[in-house]
């Protein structure tokens, strides 16, 4: 049987249009050629009310275990104002040794990676005691709720396990191979407001400036030292992302402040951990205040 080449593979993922969540047809093409390399597949798709419908695929080859899993998204983000581009970003070219074209990175090239590879292992006929199985999702670069979650539940259901998983996310900023990751970093959104009283800036003792306090936590949640980082993980660090405060004249104290601020944390601390540390600087100010 002939080995899928791919380099071939990538230029053909990246001709779909599949900006977060349209399919374009792509999971229908992907399921037509692991078919061919023996797999058993399964489209899924899925649909909470107020998004989009999604669809995803599982497909295993053997059904023995340990059950080792490919994962990645054929979803990419928009591509942008098309005159920046030099190329049609979905009209793949290769330049100076360079695949260009949206996905080429983030990731459809992974993908394709990953089935030219089993495309190998099956046409030199390495059998193995065990499954070899891919799990995409089209809804990983959007809200991401109808993509790799709902698979894992739907897979849970049906009792299927998998042992091992490899993500083919871009890590390596220079070199391929230089990077291997084992886990990703967590995420934390925080939503901050702070509501004072408002008044005239002439008469600043008959209003509560809720500025005052909002800076004053932005600055302390800043200069939190969460940790020096792991083996395995950076530092875990705190960026404010937003800070508003809706006032039209120069001449009033406004009545309310807002700030957003994302916490990537490692594996040193829980979500929680991260919720009680931030409280109580939050509950300490204000009360001053
Ligand atoms: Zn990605």
Redesign the pocket.
Known sequence: MATINELQLAKELIKFPTVTPVDAGIMKFLEKKLKTLGFKTKVLEFREKDSKPVKNIYARLGNKGPNFCYA??LDVVPAGNLKDWTVNPFKPSVKKGYLIGRGAN??KSSIAAFVSAVSNFVANKRYFNGSISLLITGD??GVAINGTKKVVEFLKKKKEKIDFCLVG??TNPNKLGEMIKIGRRGSMTGRLSIIGIQGHVAYPNRANNPSTALVQILKELKEIKFDNGTKDFQPTNLEITKINIDNFADNVIPGLANAKFNIRFNNKHSSNSIKKKINKIIKNISKKK
Do not use: A
């Open positions: 990645g998204h983030d990731m990983e670069e996310e871009p």
